[in-house]
């Protein structure tokens, strides 16, 4: 089995979402701690290239627009870019369908080393446990098969942008009450997130709301129950919401992308689960984060809300 010795071209595959490249961060950083003078070049989704591009970490990244196979006209000119790389090995951190599919596109005997679950590849995670542990886990196995073994923890200080612009009064708390569009089950019922704000802004603690336009109607019942609430719905980036954990005293919200992001960051959360997720496989990770699970969250009371938040004094939940 072929290690980390110096290769000179690398490929790393991670198209999203928000959360899956949150917890591609320490494996993101591992690959590039253990690869330290080759030249690294990620293939992701367009919504993450520009907020990747600032870690550092890879010296290229390319956007995939994941063409179908009909689509001949995107996918030939993938296939050619891929080939034209020469990459000396390939850190498939996707492993679906469509990623092994490009292991595929490499000619036999000219294929790269490939770390991943394709069929024939030179370091596959065969391990029967990578569909039953967390993310993270898997991706540290994985990575373990191709002689990485030093995986450090997520540092997203390099993702931090400037929110003095929003002047918010401290102490605050973030609110996340979007989700799925297409899975209401995702989501705690807006008036809920309501009475939270009030409880919130009683302690002494401003709410900030974040979502996009999705969120347009929730964000309003809820500032209609508290105008105390800053709305930040539709103004913020990514790098935004990393500064915004790192700053808020806590946060609460949906099984959604931007409260891996918040979480990671260190900031004190409560991630709410439905039935339609496994908080087991891909809970947000960070310093103090608690989990509620409901199989319908429009059945999860709001007193079990309130005894859940991870507050000053809490013991520590990983």
Known sequence: ???TEKLNRILVIKHGALGDVVLAQSPFQAIRKAHPEAKITLLTTKPFAAFLEK??????VWIDSRPKIWQLGELVPLVRKL???KFDRVYDLQTSSRSNSYFRFFPRGAKPEWCGVAPGCSHPHTSPMRTKIHTIERHVDQLSV???TDI???DFTWAMTDIAKYELPRPF????????????EKRWPAQKFAELAVWLQQQGMTPVLIGGPAEAEAIALIRMACPAAVDLSSKTDFGDIAALGRDATLAVGNDTGPMHL???VGCASLVLFSAASDPHMSRPRGRKVNILREDDLANLPFEMVLNSLPLEGDEDQK
């Open 1 to 3: 089995m072929a290690g």
């Open 55 to 60: 870690s550092g970490l890879f010296d290229e």
């Open 83 to 85: 080939r034209g790389a």
């Open 146 to 148: 191709a002689g990485i």
């Open 173 to 184: 708390a973030l609110l996340v009450p979007g989700g799925s569009a297409h899975r209401p």
């Open 262 to 264: 918040i979480a990671a």
């Open 152 to 154: 450090p923890p997520a």
